[in-house]
């Protein structure tokens, strides 16, 4: 009975690992060849460890069920130095040359004319900024595309705490230090979307800090890199929305191109409605998300910089998330 509920608890727990190990979020799924190098990494290093567990609880076995006796001091000295000393040092030395040897290819900077992107980790959302050529240089917000197939360059920094970017699904993760300048070249291999999260302890919403990424192939980039660097579509400008963002303060902090709106603290909201999600992938890009995110800021996102804007009316409230939505 005991052994049953065992076996369906191991089940279950190697199912839920197996789900776990799944999604837009996983190391172990790679879409990426830093990724890939470091799933690799993973499975010779389990493989490893699996190796030496065997053998010592193997000999454990042994020793106590199979062939309990009284050793001479020479055989127990053999035992513990060979066993001890010299084994774990050959497996640890093999995969320590073996890791190690990973590293150049993960390090190496992007050719010359890669797609560079600048990315800023702010308390706690992402500042993007594309420089694509021939067209106006545009910042995004907790959003990048990437073209599949190409080597990217990111060039990353931060203005106050330190913070770590991290797309599981394709590379490994860099630090964002105040004061310096990082890189990190990633290279996708296959289109899809994916999660980008923050992997250094920063603050009260760290793990409401995240983003996401869009591999796709080069005409559908180039597409977006078209609409992004465009302004704000004109009709949006004329509403009721519009005029309410103007006069609450709103375009003190946010950028809404082709408007008045030109503030650089918060995130930049030109097309804010094209977003999948808001607030660093805290809530759906949908009126009621928009509405609470705005009116109880800080119940959604602790700690967030944005004042919650519980003064506006319910009708106030319903046409800036109209007008929010509009900015696609
Ligand atoms: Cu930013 Cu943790």
Not at 69 to 76: D, G, N, Q, W
Not at 83 to 112: D, Q
Not at 217 to 237: E, G, H, I, K, V
Not at 242 to 260: L, N, P, V
């Amino acid at each position: 009975m005991r052994l049953t509920f065992a076996g369906s608890a191991g089940t279950a727990a190697i199912a839920l690992a197996a789900t776990a190990c799944d999604g837009v979020q996983s190391a172990l799924t790679p879409a990426g060849r830093g990724a890939e190098q470091i799933a690799e990494l993973f499975w010779w290093m389990v493989g490893g460890a699996a190796a030496v567990w065997l053998i010592v609880v193997g000999l454990a076995v042994y020793a106590i069920a199979v062939r309990p006796r009284e050793h001479s001091e020479r055989s127990s000295r053999i035992l513990i130095i060979g066993g001890g000393v010299i084994f774990p040092t050959v497996v640890l030395t093999i995969l320590l040359a073996y890791g190690l040897s990973l590293l150049p290819p993960l390090l190496e900077p992007a050719p010359p004319n890669s797609l560079r992107i600048r990315v800023s980790g702010e308390q706690w959302w992402w500042r993007v900024r594309y420089e694509p050529p021939g067209l106006p240089s545009f910042e995004t917000a907790n959003l990048i595309h990437l073209p599949v197939g190409e080597p990217v360059e990111f060039l990353l920094e931060s203005p106050d705490v330190i913070h770590s970017f991290w797309i599981p699904s394709l590379g490994g993760k860099m630090d964002m230090i105040p004061g310096r300048k990082t890189r990190l070249t990633l290279h996708p291999t296959r289109t899809g979307t994916f999660r980008g999260v923050c992997a250094e302890f920063c603050g009260d919403s760290h793990s409401m800090m995240n983003f996401d990424v869009v591999v796709q192939d080069r005409p559908a980039f180039d597409a977006w890199l078209a609409s992004q660097s465009a302004p704000a579509r004109a009709p949006a400008t004329a509403s009721a929305g519009h005029d309410i963002f103007m006069r609450s303060g709103c375009a003190a902090c946010h950028t809404i191109r082709g408007t008045e709106a030109d503030g650089i603290v918060g995130p930049d909201l030109t097309h804010v409605g094209s977003r999948p999600t808001i607030g660093a992938s805290v809530l759906p890009t949908r009126p009621e998300s928009l509405i609470r995110f705005i009116e109880a800021t800080s119940t959604v996102k602790p700690g967030v910089h944005m004042p919650s804007f519980d003064m506006l009316s319910e009708s106030e409230l319903d046409s800036l998330a109209t007008y929010l939505l509009e900015l696609r």
